[in-house]
Each structure stands twice: as structure tokens, then as C-alpha cells.
């Protein structure tokens, strides 16, 4: 029996000038950050999705942090964000001494339940963190007006959301802060890599100061300031040029990347729409405020067993889907700081939630491949 190709979950991608601009930077003799790349960079997106302010991050998980860091986040003060997210959009706040209350996902997608929120607010809530999961909007309007009404941040965790609009506004354009990620596994990347979007002037100064190490060393190289010192506290979270130099050959790409991935993900769309026709499995659903970044293709099984077997199935034909979050609020770590709220959906897309391989080089006969594997384990089941 021949072997096929492996389909692995997911590739990184250079588009030709990363090395090119990583020997620039050698050139330019700066290697530390905030040098030309990192501005190239600021400028790209600050031009391109009209974001007030843009500082490039080592992480996404480092942007959370400084979110946290800006906001003044103290012990005690509580946090409401999904159950069914990456483990650092809550640890950030986790880390100032953030109670994390954790909301449900709705049923259509594993985006944060708006109906739920106001149930959760007390008055030491702080913070709302919309995930736009697989690069979908969460419901905007609703989460800013009640935070609003009861004077809450919004900060976005946009790490897979670049690219992507609600009701035609860039996500990561509408919460106070939003943080992205440039990891190998998303859209566009420089290994490890993030930004942190401020969308309000009054963290501006004071982001830059704790991204420094609690310096005010940017205002010193721009003249403001004669003399640099410790005037906050902070970290580093500035990346390098090295970083910024890869990213921004990417950043060139990023129409090519989008178009590319939107086509894989409209082909495993209309490949696997008649299974949820006949109601075998579900595809990812998007609420009509929202735009496809094509981040992830997802289907939802109907078991965690019948995923298992479906992976088993797959990983014999050499693909490699991946299933994705397991609910924070059951996880070693929290699991007993949980105030015992059943979160049906967060558990519902943790057991049955199923990522296909998904990135630039996938070609189309790959993508049959794949869904081509997902239909002969269902008529064989
Ligand atoms: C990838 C991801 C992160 C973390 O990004 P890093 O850049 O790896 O720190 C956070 N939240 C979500 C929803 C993610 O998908």
C-alpha cells in the first residue's frame, strides 16, 4: 500500500524577503527593537485597519500582559472571559492577582455568550475580554454597551483576528486594547511574535514606558526627554528587529496569504456541507456582523468518542487535525477556584471541536484529501 504525504496541521511560510530584511537589520547595525522594521511595521497596521496605535509584542500573551499592566489591574478585582480560550488570554490578568470569571460560549460558535455577561458583573468586575475565536467577531455592540453601562474595559483578544471586520470595523479597532499574535500558527508570522492595539490616547504613554521596562527610554530616543530612568513599572516586551524584519516580509503578503487561505477554507466548506445537510456533523457558523479571516477550518463532531475515532481514521491516512481548548474552568489549575457554574458550550466545543489543516501552501488537492477522509469515515460509520 503506498503511503500518502503527510497533511500536517500546520506549515510555516516564508514569502521570499524575510531573510533578506533579517540582513537588512544586520546592515543597519540594530538588532534590539524599535528599530526600522518595528516602525515599518507600526505603520503598516495603523494605516491599513486605522488602529490609533500599534507596538509590536514578543507575544500575544505579552501584549495580554501589558493590557493587564495598563488597566491597573489589582488583586481581587474579577475578569469575565470565556472558558473555551487560550490559557493566556485569563493568566495575564491572573498574574496581577485577577479573579477570572468564566463565561460560556454560544451555541452557533465557541465566541463569548453576550446574554450571560451581565449576570456575571459585580462590583469589583473590571474587564470584558471578547475572544473573536477562529478569527470571528464576537458581538461587539452588545459587550461595549454593557460595558459601558457598568464602566468596564474591553480589551480584545484578536489573536487570531487579523484581517477580520465586524460589521465592516477591524476587529482589535474596538475594545480599549486588543492584543494579536504572530505565532507560527496563525495567519501571518514571525515565529513568536505579537502586537498590542491601543485604541484610546490615555494608555499611549504609559504602554510604551511599561513595554521598556519601566523606562521612559522611547521618549529619551525621540528627544523628550534628556535623561532616561525607572519611572513605572514594566518589562520587555519588545521584540527584536530580527523579528520585525520577518514579519514585515510577511506583512508585504498579507492580501496573498488572506485570498489563499479563503480559498482552502471555502473548498473544505462546500466539500463538507453535505454532512451538515443530512446533520452529521456541523461547520463553523458565521453570525451575519462578522467577516471570514479564514484563521481555522473547523467541523464539530458529535461525540468526543466519535472525534477520537475520526482522528484515528485521519492520522492513518497521514493527516493530522488537531482538536483545540479544553474549558479553563476544569483545567488542573483552576478547576477548584471555579464557583461551580456548569459552562454547557465551553464543554460542548472542548469534547466535539475538530481543526483541520489549515495554511498558505495547502493546495486544493490537499484539501480534497482531507475532506475526502471525513466522508468515507462517515459512510463507514
Ligand atoms: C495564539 C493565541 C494566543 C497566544 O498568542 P501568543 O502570541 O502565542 O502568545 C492567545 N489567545 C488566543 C485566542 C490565541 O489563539
Not at 477570572?100 to 454560544?106: G, H, K, L, P, R
Not at 454532512?275 to 481555522?296: C, D, S, V, W
Request: net charge negative; hydrophobic share 40%.
Amino acid at each position: 500500500m503506498d503511503v500518502k504525504d503527510q497533511i500536517g496541521f500546520n506549515l510555516p511560510h516564508m514569502f521570499g524577503k524575510e531573510t533578506e530584511y533579517i540582513m537588512e537589520a544586520l546592515r543597519n547595525k540594530k538588532l534590539s527593537g524599535d528599530g526600522e522594521f518595528t516602525k515599518k511595521c507600526h505603520e503598516f497596521f495603523e494605516k491599513k485597519y486605522t488602529f490609533k496605535k500599534v507596538l509590536l509584542t514578543t507575544s500575544c500573551t505579552d501584549a495580554l500582559e501589558m493590557s493587564a499592566l495598563l488597566l491597573d489591574i489589582q488583586p481581587g478585582d474579577e475578569v469575565i472571559a470565556p472558558s473555551f480560550t487560550f490559557v493566556s488570554t485569563v493568566n495575564a490578568f491572573v498574574l496581577r492577582g485577577a479573579k477570572i470569571v468564566f463565561a460560556d460560549s454560544t451555541a452557533e460558535n465557541p465566541n463569548l455568550n453576550v446574554e450571560q455577561i451581565e449576570a456575571l458583573i459585580t462590583p469589583k468586575t473590571k474587564v470584558i475580554i471578547p475572544v473573536h475565536y477562529a478569527g470571528i467577531a464576537c458581538d461587539m455592540d452588545p459587550i461595549i454597551a454593557i460595558a459601558k453601562k457598568y464602566n468596564l474595559h474591553v480589551v480584545e483578544d484578536a489573536a487570531q483576528a487579523i484581517d477580520s471586520f465586524y460589521k465592516s470595523k477591524p476587529l482589535g479597532s474596538l475594545g480599549d486594547i486588543s492584543g494579536f499574535s504572530f505565532h507560527e500558527t496563525k495567519n501571518v508570522i514571525s515565529g513568536e511574535g505579537g502586537m498590542i492595539v491601543l485604541n484610546d490616547e490615555k494608555y499611549f504613554k504609559r504602554a510604551e514606558i511599561i513595554r521598556e521596562k519601566g523606562t521612559n527610554r522611547s521618549a529619551f530616543f525621540r528627544g523628550e526627554v534628556d535623561k532616561y530612568g525607572w519611572v513605572d513599572i514594566g518589562s520587555s516586551f519588545l521584540p527584536s528587529e530580527i523579528i520585525a524584519a520577518f514579519l514585515f516580509a510577511q506583512l508585504e503578503h498579507l492580501d496573498v496569504i488572506q485570498e489563499k487561505r479563503k480559498t482552502s477554507w471555502n473548498i473544505y466548506n462546500d466539500l463538507l456541507k453535505p454532512l451538515e445537510q443530512k446533520g452529521i456533523i456541523r461547520l463553523p457558523f458565521l453570525p451575519g456582523y462578522a467577516t471570514n479571516n479564514a484563521h481555522m477550518y473547523y467541523i464539530i463532531c458529535n461525540s468526543a468518542a466519535e472525534r477520537s475515532a475520526l482522528v484515528a481514521t485521519m492520522k492513518k491516512q497521514n493527516i493530522v487535525p488537531v482538536f483545540h481548548y479544553q474549558s479553563l474552568h476544569k483545567s488542573p489549575y483552576f478547576n477548584d477556584k471555579h464557583d461551580g457554574r456548569t459552562l454547557e458550550y465551553a464543554d460542548y466545543y472542548s469534547d466535539r471541536l475538530l481543526r483541520l489543516p489549515m495554511y498558505f501552501q495547502l493546495s486544493e488537492s490537499d484539501v480534497n484529501r482531507v475532506a475526502e477522509s471525513i466522508h468515507s469515515f462517515y459512510k463507514s460509520t
